[in-house]
T-cell receptor
Framework: DAKTTQPPSMDCAEGRAANLPCNHS???????VYWYRQIHSQGPQYIIH???NNETNEMASLIITEDRKSSTLILPHATLRDTAVYYC??????????FGTGTRLQVFP | GAGVSQSPSNKVTEKGKDVELRCDPI?????LYWYRQSLGQGLEFLIY????????KSGLPSDRFSAERTGGSVSTLTIQRTQQEDSAVYLC?????????????FGSGTRLTVV
């Protein structure tokens, strides 16, 4: 059974913030939230992860709700190169990495 | 090299033949995954190696699929008696045991076409 629910697709204008939601209502206390993305015909790329605090790196920000049942990946200034499928994954870090169907983000000019 | 290397990048084989796909993980990485991705589909987990532990083979779709990892480094995925439904991109990923917390590095994949 999928542990996460994501919208199948989203659009975003270039230069605007892209906010990608993820629901993980059954997340356990020791499970992390990970985000990966896959640009067409390439292997997936790690973006960010978090446990309960909000996180930011050079690629994105991750906002996790206080109850940890949902999160949002934020790309602050989307570019055309951010067009990709984005995967939200919850797991204990020692577990295998299982991908769902993700959100296809289309950034348009 | 600096990344995960997979070979060949493309492979066309006839139905019924055996194929071997190779993955060279980043040096020192103890964790290694194989996935496959059929056209327009998501990533399907196949097998997971972590250090000296027994591999997690729970994702292998049939007994025609097998994988080994020699010396804790290079891994080979073997598909026997290939079928057309085996056509897909096969992806390998690796990480340090600590890096499992921070994310895996993926190779560019092997595109397998069974004709």
């Amino acid at each position: 059974d999928a542990k996460t629910t994501q919208p199948p697709s989203m659009d975003c204008a270039e230069g605007r913030a892209a906010n990608l939601p993820c629901n993980h209502s059954t997340i356990s206390g020791n499970e992390y939230v990970y985000w990966y993305r896959q640009i067409h015909s390439q292997g997936p790329q790690y973006i960010i992860h978090g446990l309960k605090n909000n996180e930011t790196n050079e690629m994105a920000s991750l906002i996790i709700t206080e109850d940890r049942k949902s999160s949002t990946l934020i790309l602050p200034h989307a570019t055309l190169r951010d067009t990709a499928v984005y995967y939200c994954i919850v797991r204990v870090y020692t577990d295998k990495l299982i991908f769902g169907t993700g959100t296809r983000l289309q950034v348009f000019p | 090299g600096a990344g995960v290397s997979q070979s060949p990048s493309n492979k066309v084989t006839e139905k019924g033949k055996d194929v071997e796909l190779r993955c060279d993980p980043i040096s020192g990485h103890t964790a290694l995954y194989w996935y496959r991705q059929s056209l327009g589909q998501g990533l399907e987990f196949l097998i997971y190696f972590q250090g000296n532990s027994a591999p997690d083979k729970s994702g292998l779709p049939s007994d025609r699929f097998s994988a080994e990892r020699t010396g804790g480094s290079v891994s080979t995925l073997t598909i026997q008696r290939t079928q057309q439904e085996d056509s897909a991109v096969y992806l390998c990923a690796s990480s340090t045991s600590q890096g499992a917390l921070y994310g895996y590095t993926f190779g560019s994949g092997t595109r397998l076409t069974v004709v």
